[in-house]
């Protein structure tokens, strides 16, 4: 109990990071989403078929990959990437692709009755999307985008391997000097369970 009340500092400054991580690749993730999920639905052939190869491409590859590529493999191209931003760029487009399959799923789920009525009592559609469609859709899509956002504060714990001293990346280095894997590792758990826990309450 004394090594975790000396080690609080240290993992609540992990904390803080890991909330900030969350927080921004949550909101960057839901553009994304929105944006890709409106360019398949509304969006013309070669916009849906660029949206569909990227989807395929998120989907398929690991998040651990990706970010040793923008880590290792972005420098080599020229770019010099800050570790935070890029991870956040890249939890956020990875969580992105499925933020875009909660959007779009909820979107199709309204029917098509709901359009017709918007036009039969005169409304454009513009007007019938956002006042009607995309109200239901946006009850129908809250479940599973609850979810996809406790994915990406779980998947933040992987940027520990590009260097970024998040919670988990404190948790280890503390465990490699002390020894003390289950006090440690315990409170780490903890934390991560407390803020989806959180999230979870939230979406309800």
């Not at 398929?60 to 990706?66: E, F, H, K, M, Q």
């Not at 309204?110 to 859709?137: H, M, N, S, Y």
């Not at 899509?141 to 590009?162: D, E, Q």
């Not at 001293?165 to 503390?174: E, F, S």
Request: aromatic fraction near 12%.
């Amino acid at each position: 109990m004394e090594l975790l009340i000396n080690s609080l500092p240290l993992l609540g400054m992990g904390t803080v990071t890991t909330l900030y991580l969350s927080a921004a690749a949550i909101v960057l993730s839901t553009a994304l989403g929105l944006a890709f999920a409106l360019c398949q639905l509304y969006g013309g052939l070669l916009l849906r078929i660029v949206v569909e190869i990227y989807l395929y491409i998120m989907r398929g590859v690991p998040l651990l990959v990706l970010l040793f590529t923008m880590y290792y493999a972005a420098p080599y191209a020229g770019m010099e990437i800050d570790p935070t931003t890029g991870g956040i760029v890249v939890i956020a487009a990875y969580f992105g692709a499925f933020m875009t399959e909660v959007f779009r799923a909820a979107v199709l789920s309204v029917p098509v009755a709901q359009w017709e009525a918007g036009k039969a009592i005169g409304l454009t559609g513009k007007r019938i999307f956002t006042d009607i469609v995309a109200r239901q859709a946006m009850r129908v899509a809250g479940p599973a985008y609850v979810n996809t956002c406790i994915g990406v504060v779980k998947g933040t714990s992987l940027v520990a391997i590009i260097g970024l001293v998040d919670l988990t990346y404190v948790g280890r280095q503390i465990v490699e000097r002390t020894l003390a894997p289950f006090e440690i590792f315990g409170f780490v758990a903890l934390v991560y369970f407390l803020i989806c826990y959180a999230l979870s309450r939230l979406g309800n």
